[in-house]
């Protein structure tokens, strides 16, 4: 029998009247993209992060006093009355989820008229202020590195404004060497922890090859942080990954940093900014730092229409809100895509790795979906657009086309997926 995904959604949407909360709908990547090397290969492990990786929660990291708090509480609460409609949204104080805008899924739904529109959710975690000696239990040190190990993407926050009221742990601003103060702490962190892997490893059967390879690998990452060397830019292969994984390392997690500037900054950034992405490019990290006011932030997250903030980002010479920016951020760098399914019942975003293909993309809808996979009916998003949404029309002048397992699916493809 063949069935058709967008019915079994419009069944689970109606009957449970929970899919959205139940479902897995987060910012997410179940699939393995596309492999990292061959089996023998070995590339930073960033690499791998990037094809499996996935985006869960974001947690913004950072030195006391330099506005992480303000800055989760506006990204968290700008679109509060939307996420409202979830009933577990506040899990915690210091844990809040958002909504990822999308443009592309608003003229979508916009163009079927459609009852529900789901787009992917991202989840942000504030961090609590680590400070130097963080890694020896300094100010709850401990317990906050352990909230970072249960975030899958790091939100490095910086003070990069001037304001003598707003007390900073240093005398004077400068966000390299608050930088290297957190990721001294994270490296000795990581330290401690590989020390113990290796000595629990170490009272185990050493023919284990299991075992003999993970005090190699750990043996061999203690060496580097030594060095000042983050994990993630180890260099594994393939057979290494999932013993790499297995460590849970603070270091490992792909990060982004983001300046926190003052409004009149927001557009241009400043000289503070500029020395964050000097150092960001030096440590060869892929995606260059990202430049936000949290006041601003704070600001249109009061606003309640969306003409009233795009005046006021207009103002500060901006074009995208600050979650926007963090968002394009984590996506590059994790690599990741997304592709729309579309009814009149329901329009709803999933997020994949660049390079998955068909199959595995409908497995993150679910794993039935990706084993019973038959085709694709796929229409690019140009062209459901340009159809203004009308799936016959797309078929008439021939958009729509049926796509086999092995499609690699592209960026804003509009799907259909029918499977046993
Ligand atoms: N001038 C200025 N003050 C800010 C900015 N962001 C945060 N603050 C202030 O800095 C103080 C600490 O902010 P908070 O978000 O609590 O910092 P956290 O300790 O990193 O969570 C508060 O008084 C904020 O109002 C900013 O962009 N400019
Ligand atoms: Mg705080």
Redesign the pocket.
Known sequence: MIKQFSKIVNFKTTTTGCFNQCGSIRFFAAAPAKDAGNANEKVKASVFVKSRGSVKSVGIV???????????NALTSSNAAMAANFPFCTIDPNIGKVFVPDERLDLISKLLKTQSKVGTQLEFV?IA?LVKGAAEGEGLGNKFLGNIRNVSLILH?VRC?E?KD?THVSEEIDPVRDIETIEMELILSDLQSLEKIIQEAGKKKQSNPEIAQRIELATRIAKALEGGVPARDIEIDEKEWPAFQSLHLLTSKPTIYTC???EQDASTGNKYTEKVKDFSRSKGLEIDPVVV???IESELANMESEEEKKEFLDLYGLTNNGLSKVINGARGLLGLQSYYTASEVECRAWTIPIGTKARQAAGVIHTDFEKGFIKADTISYNDFIACKGDEKVAKEKGKQRQEGPNYVVADGDVMFFKFN
């Open positions: 950072g030195l006391p006093n330099i506005g992480k708090s303000t800055l989760f504030d202020g926050l404004f304001d707003i926190n500037v003052s006011s949290a006041k």
